[in-house]
């Protein structure tokens, strides 16, 4: 998907904490993770200031999570329209689904060796020398609907890690090759660290497709922020704006 930078007019939305307690009303961003705010307005997060010529906000009380849209003025958002909103739940891992091209002859079977120590040791070897870049346990189900788990490793080496991990899990692992190397994903990061422009928190997940994001959530794109992201290995790099154009 391509990402433009946001500019004047373009209109936007946006889900926030109603800041009421000051002359202008003010939204301040979620956190990614909901358990660092405990309800709260968290004001290490941006905030932008709200034009409501209409008291679309009237509805809403201080502290009131809400989604709006309006349009961007470079420095505030000129209300459109208003709505509560649910606060927004934990990212939900997307392997189930992608895990379905998968899925081999027999169904999934019980899993095996999970909770060995053996396993986890060789796990661990292979995590240190850069074979395995990212390993999850996907809840799935068997043939006969029995819960059971899938281990889903990503790896840099296929053959070594498989070599490795076949004989201790035997059922229901799955090995993908990454697109990006360890080193490519370390240089990305290291180059975040040091990145001129504000973003207001990072980390790494699974994509839809089960290779490696390195997520960096900001307040809205920027020309240097599309610039930096197009420096990385396609598709590494995936932004999360709190300030979301509305294409």
Known sequence: MVQRPLEKNH???????????????????IPPHQAESEGTINRNYPS??????ESLLAPFSHESVISIEGDWTQTSIRLRGSRTT?????????????????????????????NDDR??????????????????????????????????????????ARRILGPLHMNSLVIQQSSYSRAQIERTQASLSHAP?????????????????????????????????????HGLVAFR?????IM
């Open 86 to 114: 649910p606060w927004p739940a934990e990212p939900v891992i997307p392997l189930p689904g992608m895990l379905e091209s998968y899925i081999p002859p027999t169904g999934w079977l019980p899993a095996t060796g999970n």
């Open 119 to 160: 396993a986890s040791d060789r796990m661990a070897e292979l995590f240190d020398d850069g074979s395995v870049l990212w390993r999850v346990d996907v809840p799935v189900r068997t043939r006969e609907d029995a819960p059971t788990r899938c281990t889903f490793v990503l790896a840099s080496d296929v053959n070594r």
């Open 241 to 245: 704006p709190w300030i979301r154009r």
């Open 48 to 53: 932008v200031t709200l034009e409501d010529p």
């Open 11 to 29: 209109r936007v939305s946006a889900v926030g904490q109603l800041d009421l307690s000051q002359p202008l009303p003010v939204l301040f961003a």
């Open 197 to 233: 422009w504000p973003f207001h928190a990072a980390g790494q997940g699974l994509g839809p497709t089960g290779e490696i994001e390195v997520r960096v959530y900001v307040p809205y794109l920027t020309s240097e922020l599309v610039q930096w992201a197009e420096s990385a290995p």
